[in-house]
């Protein structure tokens, strides 16, 4: 029996508790109603493989997905926002030092900073839809959520109370999203023109 | 009727519904890990590209303004240039996929933020600080680098799906 948990690499270890075939030994249960066995015996092998499976294929293919996110989505949006920041943050230290009361100059500076400061990853990311229908199904199967990572729940809970706080006393926030973030591209491509100075 | 019962095959029954419960398991497991692994990663690559891209976004306006200003020899022209020069060694995906021989990020991004510093007390700005900077999370996670270099399964960025605890220990650079 032993060779049987060799399955993909895994040794199986941790299966000791809810392993179907530890109920072998006990030699009662089995026999009476064969119908009811079958669908016994089927039942809780078909269910404990789909349980190892379940956490193997997590496991196997979490890298995958790391690297997907990270270079099709994350990396490409987050260089495009750190740009913008970068730049702006470069004009506001240029003008610093030119000044010559160029005031309505410095001013839209700081306005297109100020705004970039505010926009954050969940406001101009694009949907996962995969994910979003996977939850889906998940919901309409089983009524329940499919849980979200810890951490980047916990991030999302901090950004909603960030909001909550931000809204007190100003009647409600709109976040920003990625229309925005093309309109102070090009006011600051518009800036970078008037100084001319090529901002790639 | 007896001899032709194989008895091999009911052996092999139990084994047979593991293995076809396993691989739907495993199926729908890999959904969930390329969801999850997406999610994390997207925040990752994120994180890290918004800070070296502020760094080039500020080092090419002052590589631009030296250039209007025909000041090539200016010694803020050649830091701004090495920054550029550190930023385009920076990979835009997790190494893994590709060769990451010896890439040293932790390193690199060090690297980085060091002539970023230079560049600016060379202007006579402030360095200013990346929205960032503040969450000790960042810092923890270079204290701590965890370049996987064990040959064959190197990563850079290491996913480690935990059963018990957070996922956030296992994502490293």
């Not at chain 1, 030699?27 to 039942?43: H, I, M, Q, R, T």
């Amino acid at each position: 029996m032993a060779g049987k948990f060799d399955l993909n690499g895994g040794d199986g270890s941790e299966m000791a508790d809810e392993s179907p075939w530890a109920d072998e030994g006990d030699g009662v249960g089995y026999g009476s109603n064969p119908d009811v066995e079958w669908a016994k015996l089927s039942n809780d092998f078909t269910n404990a493989g789909y349980r190892e499976g379940i956490t193997a294929g997590k496991e196997a293919s979490l890298q995958e997905g790391f690297d997907a996110g990270y270079a099709q989505t994350g990396a490409p949006l987050g260089r495009d926002i750190g740009l913008m920041r970068g730049t702006v943050a470069g004009l506001l230290s240029y003008v610093s030092l030119v000044s010559q009361g160029q005031d309505e100059l410095v001013a839209e500076i700081r306005d297109i900073s100020n705004q970039l400061a505010n926009i954050r990853f969940s406001d101009i990311a694009p949907r996962d839809m995969e994910a979003e229908q996977h939850a889906l199904e998940h919901l309409e199967s089983t009524g329940e959520a499919v849980d979200e990572n810890e951490e980047l729940e916990g991030k999302r809970r901090m950004e909603e109370l960030e909001d909550m706080l931000g809204s007190l006393g100003r009647g409600g926030v709109k976040r920003a999203g990625i229309e925005d973030v093309k309109r102070l591209k090009e006011r600051l491509d518009s800036l970078c023109a008037r100084l001319e100075v090529s901002c790639g | 009727m007896a001899s032709d019962f194989d008895l091999e095959s009911l052996v092999n029954l139990e084994q047979t519904f593991y293995d076809s419960g396993y691989e739907d398991g495993f199926n729908h497991g890999r959904i969930h890990g390329l969801i999850e692994g997406r999610a994390l990663g997207r925040e990752k690559g994120f994180e890290m590209w918004e800070e070296v891209g502020f760094y080039e976004g500020f080092a090419k306006l002052w590589k631009a303004i030296y250039t209007r200003d025909r000041r090539f020899d200016d010694r803020g022209l050649h830091h701004a240039q090495q920054l550029l020069d550190l930023i385009a060694q920076f990979p835009m995906a997790n190494p893994s996929m590709s060769d990451a021989s010896d890439l040293d990020i932790p390193r690199l991004f060090r690297q980085i933020r060091s002539r970023y510093k230079v560049l600016c007390a060379t202007l006579g700005v402030r360095a200013t600080l990346r929205a960032g900077d503040s969450s000790p999370t960042r810092e923890v996670e270079e204290d701590r680098p965890r370049l996987v270099g064990d040959g064959a399964k190197r990563r850079v960025w290491e996913v480690q799906s935990g059963g018990q605890g957070s996922i956030s220990g296992g994502l490293s650079f």
